[in-house]
């Protein structure tokens, strides 16, 4: 029999590149037509405990299933439709409602877990889109405290009055702010003083050095005290190895992402991968080159 495990790796059956390695740019008209014909879904990445291993909650992220081209990562479609910003906004507004029916799904059957979907600071201030997202949210059965809102920044903006204005609006109705990729390109210290966050989803690249090199060390030993401090929660992304998990478990880091525990999978069938593991075991690991 085939193990759970490697069922849902080869899930993905492609690594993160940007769209010239697929030899395939989409075009404006080519997306439009992909989002009518629903072609965009939710994958699914658990965030787990370092410690244990167990599930935290979930981070929703975009896959196009490309009738032609097979199945494509956002880097293969995300920065031309962030040229096109309502593109990103029908795509934010797909997810959200694949990701909360499957939430509300995961919790008929007795397993309630947060889930958070991405947003460019960009959206962020779009007081019109914020408004669709929140007469989404109002017909949520689940308390609002577990949908997490990560804001992502792949090109420089500024956090405007209508951000600020924006966060406490979701803030108030219990929408957790999460500040994603923190570290690297515009996601900054300033960022942490302008807006409220409830979480720091500290960046993969710092992850991938901290054992080795002193400096990344003093940044993620200084980033667990910052969190604690603002009282927001630490989540370190890109985990891939067991070294990893052990060095930042000693650290003081609680929450963790990445392809050690496992990789984004089909919103569809995570019902059935947690079924299978409840808890992602740190043998996991050997599945890992
Ligand atoms: P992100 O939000 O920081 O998501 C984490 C990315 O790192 C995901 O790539 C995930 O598959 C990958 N990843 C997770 N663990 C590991 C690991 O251990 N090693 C490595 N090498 N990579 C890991 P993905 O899904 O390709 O998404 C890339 C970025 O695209 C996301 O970064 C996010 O900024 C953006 N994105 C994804 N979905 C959406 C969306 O629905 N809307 C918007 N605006 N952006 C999205
Ligand atoms: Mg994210
Ligand atoms: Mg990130
Ligand atoms: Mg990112």
Redesign the pocket.
Same mark, same amino acid.
């Given at each position: 029999t085939t193990c759970p495990i490697q069922q849902s790796i080869s899930a993905e059956p492609y690594q993160?590149a940007p769209a010239t390695l697929f030899g395939y740019t989409p075009n404006v008209h080519e997306i439009l037509r992909g989002l009518r014909c629903h072609e965009f879904v939710a994958?699914v $990445?658990p965030k787990f405990e370092l410690e244990s291993n167990a599930v935290h909650s979930v981070?929703? #992220?975009?896959r196009w299933e490309h009738p032609q081209r097979g199945l494509l990562?956002?880097?293969a479609f995300?920065p031309l439709m962030a040229f096109e910003t309502l593109l #990103?906004d029908e795509?934010?507004c797909d #997810?959200l409602d694949q990701g909360l029916a499957c939430q509300t799904e995961l919790h008929s059957q007795g397993r309630t877990l947060g889930f958070s979907?991405?947003?460019?600071m960009l $959206?962020l201030a779009n007081d019109a889109l914020i408004g669709r997202l929140i007469g989404r949210l109002g017909e949520h059965t689940l308390p609002l405290s577990l949908v997490t809102l990560?804001v992502?920044e792949?090109a420089p903006s500024v956090a405007s009055a209508a951000c600020f204005q924006n966060v406490s609006r979701l803030r108030r109705l219990g929408v957790r702010m999460s500040l994603?990729?923190y570290g690297t390109g515009y996601s900054s210290l300033l960022r942490l003083c302008q807006l409220p966050f409830d979480e720091l989803?500290l960046a993969?690249q710092v992850t991938w050095h901290s054992i080795e090199n002193r400096p990344y060390r003093s940044v993620i030993g200084n980033t667990v005290a910052l969190a604690q401090e603002l009282r927001m929660q630490l989540v370190v992304?890109?985990?891939?190895t067991e070294g990893q998990r052990v060095w930042l478990k000693q650290m003081g880091v609680q929450l963790g $992402?990445?392809?050690?525990h496992s990789r984004?999978m089909a919103a569809d069938s995570f019902a059935e991968w947690l079924r299978a593991n409840p808890y992602a075991i740190a043998t996991r690991s050997s599945f890992n080159s």
């Open positions: 993160s994958y $990445q981070e929703v #992220l975009a990562a956002p880097a995300i #990103l795509l934010l #997810l979907f991405n947003l460019s $959206q990560e992502t792949d994603d990729d989803k993969s992304e890109g985990i891939e $992402q990445g392809y050690l984004p």
